[in-house]
């Protein structure tokens, strides 16, 4: 099995920031990309940020400029830095990984349960 377990979520002021992990545990033998998302009340769940193994970022264009997606491999973790947040930026945030677990397989789709973000005055 493999969990990703999301951290960092609270209540901020706008123009505040919040840095926000995801750690992978369990059976994995590497991780290929990783990401976070958000989904925000009544709307569907959107892409936030993408890296790849190498640190290929990509990024929504609503928070390009303001949030920095980082990784690091030894530890299996991802991070978010979130600067000049928004009230827009309200949402549950989620991690999302691409794990392959064991060698010479195909690597499987896992989410995280959510870490809620308030930006709110």
């Known amino acids: 099995q493999v969990q990703l377990v999301e951290s960092g979520g609270g209540l901020v002021q706008p123009g505040g920031s919040l840095r926000l992990s995801c750690a992978a545990s369990?059976?994995?033998?590497?991780?290929?990309?990783m990401g976070w998302y958000r989904q925000a009340p009544g709307k569907e769940r959107e892409l936030v940020a993408t890296?790849?193994?190498?640190?290929?970022?990509n990024y929504a264009d609503s928070v390009k400029g303001r949030f920095t997606i980082s990784r690091d491999n030894a530890k299996n973790t991802v991070y978010l830095q979130m600067n000049s947040l928004k009230p827009e930026d309200t949402a549950i945030y989620y991690c999302?990984?691409?794990?392959?677990?064991?060698?010479?397989?195909?690597?499987?789709?896992?989410w995280g349960k959510g870490t809620l973000v308030t930006v709110s005055s």
């Open positions: 999302n990984a691409d794990v392959v677990r064991q060698i010479l397989t195909g690597a499987m789709n896992y």
């Open positions: 369990g059976s994995i033998f590497s991780i290929n990309a």
């Open positions: 890296i790849t193994s190498r640190g290929t970022t």
